[in-house]
């Protein structure tokens, strides 16, 4: 990275990182559950940011099917539901509980539902 | 909650009840059947998202800023399958090329598993997606999808050693075509991962 005389780099870190300013926000997945908080959208909200808040009217997406009925990037879909997300705009939450993510009985109730989908 | 979803007639949204969302990848080289079988088990039409290769940072200032294609994309469908109990199950088709590593991590973060194809016709364009596969550490099992002109005479053990399969790891053919068969393939998946449980770490 090129660097200016008094050594600080041209490109504040946040940028690098796909700007996203505050790393302290819970990772969103491309399973992460997008859903509106129920705030009114203010005026002048920038058009990428009110796209995906009106994608999200009448119920909840996923980040990678908001992306999709975008035509967007998952990366840009993440930045624009960091924007709502501080705004108050957006709930967002992880794709399982987190106390079930290890739970062996998650596996057996996917394979219970995946047995009854098949038909003779 | 001062929002209240009306209701889903679009099939857009998430079903309601939707509670736990899993996902599995569905990978394999060009051509082996990932969409065919995500479509025969999704109860959407699949749906996909241009990835750029090089993830480079996107500007947020409007929407044709942002769809500006700079790098080359590849395109990454996903299907979804509503399970009973609120499970709703994700299934990416995922691309196996070495240069698709740093898309391929994003996309493995918090699956279960790997379904791999494997077309039998040409057993070697599968080595590199297996590589990935063992590098990201997730289980997984492996599908031949059954192609007519499949050549019919390897055993299974010498398709397992053309793979350099560990001898735990499940292999089952499948028609990706056919559902039954398509769940049959992620059921021999689901259940190598009951089997491997209780891992006390993963
Ligand atoms: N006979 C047979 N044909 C199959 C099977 N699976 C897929 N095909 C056919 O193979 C072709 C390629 O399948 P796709 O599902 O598009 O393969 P893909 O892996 O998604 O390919 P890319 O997205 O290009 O990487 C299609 O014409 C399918 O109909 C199978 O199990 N048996
Ligand atoms: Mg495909």
Redesign the pocket.
């Known amino acids: 990275m090129s660097r200016r005389p008094g050594g600080r780099p041209l490109v504040p870190a946040y940028l690098s990182t796909g700007g996203v300013a505050r790393p302290s926000r819970p990772h969103l997945e491309r399973l992460s559950v997008l859903t509106r908080s129920g705030e009114p959208a203010p005026s002048g909200l920038p058009a990428a940011e009110l796209a995906l808040l009106e994608a999200l009217d009448g119920g909840s997406l996923t980040v990678v099917e908001a992306a999709a009925h975008l035509r967007l990037p998952v990366s840009a879909v993440r930045v624009l539901a960091g924007a709502l997300l501080d705004r108050d705009l957006v709930l967002a939450r992880a794709p399982i509980p987190p106390a079930e993510r290890f739970d062996p009985d998650l596996l057996k109730r996917v394979a219970d539902g995946l047995r009854a989908l098949k038909h003779d | 909650m001062a929002f209240a979803p009306s209701s889903t007639t679009s099939g857009m949204h998430l079903p309601d009840g939707a509670r736990d969302l899993v996902k599995i990848l ?1 990978a ?12 025969s088990v999704s109860e959407i039409r699949p749906l996909h998202t241009e990835e750029r290769l090089s993830e480079a940072s996107a500007p947020v200032d409007d929407l044709d800023g942002i769809r500006e294609k700079s790098t080359t994309t590849v ?1 990454i ?1 996903f299907g979804r399958v509503s399970l009973n109990g609120g499970i709703v199950l994700y299934l990416f ?1 995922t ?1 196996g090329q070495e240069r698709f590593r740093s898309l391929w991590e994003d996309i493995a973060y918090g699956a279960l598993g790997a379904l791999v ?1 494997v077309d039998s016709r040409r057993v070697d364009a599968s080595f590199d997606v297996l590589g990935l596969v063992e590098e990201s550490g997730l289980p997984y099992a492996v599908a031949f ?4 002109d499949a050549p019919s005479h390897y055993t299974e053990d010498q398709l397992r050693a053309a793979l350099d399969l560990e001898p735990d790891t499940p292999m089952v053919t ?5 559902t039954n ?1 398509s769940v049959d393939a992620l059921l021999a998946l689901v259940q190598h991962l009951i089997d491997r449980h209780p891992p006390e770490t993963r």
């Open positions: 569905v394999g080289p060009f051509g082996v059947g990932k969409t065919t079988l995500i479509d395109a469908d088709g691309p194809l999808n059954a192609f007519p499948c028609d990706a075509r056919d068969s």
